[in-house]
């Protein structure tokens, strides 16, 4: 019989193949899917949702903030293609999750979460389970935080209406910055942009991503409506 985490895996890879003509990936990363195996997501998610802790979809966490459907934290993370080396910083921490996930692929996890609340039980989330390669704090994520930069890569986990100027600062020659782009709740664009080594950006759309709230049930439910192009943005 299957365990939980591995039919959460299977229905990731279902997605994958799903999207691959926009993704270009259509296998799950090898070391992706171990860090989503590794990382237990009931243990980022409030008591009253436990039954639902390992199901492909959003969740809400309190304070207006949910954490990710597991395959758009799988697909951000594997779009990054990290190394073991490399320094990230992710812009809206949530309950941790993505965060966690990220700590197990890379050096170090910079990790900014607007919300003083969740911030704080996200920090000692972290604490307690051990993950000892993340830092986090409290602040206005679209700032970023220039004390660690530059990053190799950037994560955002909640949408802007643009990308944001002091992110590409911060970001390495080389390195990638993913970031739904749009209106929270509405019309958003998962967007790969790649600042190469002459200081130009080029910008690849991935997916694009309708995001309705239910009212009746207090969850999110996520569409998804394919599509890719690429652009230089300089």
């Given at each position: 019989?299957?365990?939980?985490?591995?039919?959460?895996?299977?229905?990731?890879?279902?997605?994958?193949?799903?999207?691959?003509?926009?993704?270009?990936?259509?296998?799950?990363d090898p070391?992706?899917?171990?860090?989503?195996?590794?990382?237990?997501?009931?243990?980022?998610?409030?008591?009253s949702?436990?039954?639902?802790a390992?199901?492909n979809?959003?969740?809400?966490?309190?304070?207006?903030?949910?954490?990710?459907?597991?395959?758009?934290?799988?697909?951000?993370?594997?779009?990054?293609?990290?190394?073991?080396?490399?320094?990230?910083?992710?812009?809206?921490?949530?309950?941790?999750?993505?965060?966690?996930?990220?700590?197990?692929?890379?050096?170090?996890?910079?990790?900014?979460?607007?919300?003083?609340?969740?911030?704080?039980?996200?920090?000692?989330r972290?604490?307690?389970?051990?993950?000892?390669?993340?830092?986090?704090?409290?602040?206005?994520?679209?700032?970023?935080?220039?004390?660690?930069?530059?990053?190799?890569?950037?994560?955002?986990?909640?949408?802007?209406?643009?990308?944001?100027?002091?992110?590409?600062?911060?970001?390495?020659?080389?390195?990638?910055?993913?970031?739904?782009?749009?209106?929270?709740?509405?019309?958003?664009?998962?967007?790969?942009?790649?600042?190469?080594?002459?200081?130009n950006?080029?910008?690849?759309?991935?997916?694009?991503?309708?995001?309705?709230?239910?009212?009746?049930?207090?969850?999110?439910?996520?569409?998804?409506?394919?599509?890719?192009?690429?652009?230089?943005?300089?």
């Amino acid at each position: 019989m299957k365990t939980e985490i591995q039919r959460l895996l299977d229905e990731i890879e279902s997605e994958y193949k799903y999207t691959s003509g926009m993704t270009g990936k259509d296998t799950l990363d090898p070391k992706v899917k171990a860090a989503i195996a590794n990382v237990p997501r009931d243990k980022f998610i409030p008591k009253s949702y436990i039954d639902s802790a390992f199901y492909n979809g959003p969740l809400p966490i309190g304070h207006g903030q949910t954490i990710s459907q597991p395959y758009m934290v799988a697909i951000m993370t594997d779009l990054l293609e990290l190394e073991a080396d490399d320094v990230i910083l992710e812009i809206g921490t949530g309950s941790g999750y993505q965060a966690a996930i990220l700590s197990q692929l890379c050096k170090q996890v910079y990790t900014i979460e607007y919300v003083p609340a969740l911030a704080d039980a996200a920090k000692a989330r972290f604490e307690k389970l051990g993950y000892d390669n993340i830092e986090s704090k409290t602040g206005n994520g679209f700032d970023g935080w220039p004390e660690h930069a530059p990053y190799d890569g950037i994560i955002v986990t909640a949408a802007a209406r643009q990308i944001p100027g002091p992110l590409i600062e911060q970001l390495k020659p080389g390195g990638c910055l993913g970031i739904p782009v749009g209106e929270p709740y509405f019309y958003q664009e998962l967007t790969l942009v790649k600042k190469m080594k002459m200081e130009n950006l080029i910008s690849k759309i991935f997916l694009v991503l309708l995001l309705f709230r239910f009212r009746e049930s207090g969850r999110n439910r996520l569409v998804t409506f394919y599509s890719s192009s690429q652009r230089s943005l300089t």
